[in-house]
């Protein structure tokens, strides 16, 4: 069957919106979900990853005893929320006194049942890791993990929070911890 010049005229529409279809479809389906770059809170030596383009913030709070000035890096990524807290404490030997207390303070805001608490292997620093089920301030289910170390006088708190949290996630996020 032979097409006219009017026939192909109008197929070139179609095809052009088909075209531009499949193509927005193939580049959503290639860009990933998790985009995973190194991040470095400022003023420490830590590395570590995080999988979206990360918001900053700073506040004082009682950790400790006196206001102790605390550095956050986080983002929303994935249905899951990753962060990481830096508190200067200008004293190393508050350290352990303080991440007992604040992990006592994030299992608490998360209305936590028993906590399984282990090891977290990390190059340059002795590390726990925190895992636990609790609920957001919604009252809708949350796992949590995170992790505690201590680098001199600064306490650091990592956390990763969604509905449920798959080994693959959560080793590639804890993992990646390291100072330089």
């Not at 009017?6 to 860009?31: H, I, N, Q």
């Not at 399984?116 to 609790?134: D, E």
């Not at 993990?145 to 959560?170: K, N, S």
């Amino acid at each position: 069957m032979l097409m006219t010049f009017g026939g192909a005229a109008r197929l070139l529409p179609r095809l052009a919106a088909a075209f531009f279809l499949t193509t927005m479809a193939l580049l959503t389906a290639c860009s990933p979900t998790l985009n995973w770059r190194e991040v470095r809170p400022e003023g420490t030596r830590l590395a570590l990853l995080l999988p979206c383009k990360p918001d900053k913030a700073q506040k004082t709070v009682p950790l400790g005893g006196p206001a102790t000035p605390l550095s956050m890096l986080g983002c929303d990524a994935g249905g899951a929320t990753f962060a990481v807290a830096v508190a200067q404490l200008g004293d190393a030997a508050q350290a352990g006194p303080v991440l007992a207390q604040w992990q006592s303070l994030t299992l608490a805001n998360m209305k936590a049942g028993p906590a399984q608490v282990s090891p977290l292997t990390m190059p340059g620093a002795a590390a726990i890791l925190v895992k636990a089920q609790g609920r957001r301030a919604d009252g809708t289910a949350v796992s949590g993990q995170a992790a505690y170390f201590a680098q001199g006088a600064q306490a650091f708190q990592v956390v990763l929070y969604a509905d449920r949290i798959t080994p693959e996630l959560a080793e590639t996020f804890f993992s990646s911890l390291k100072f330089e």
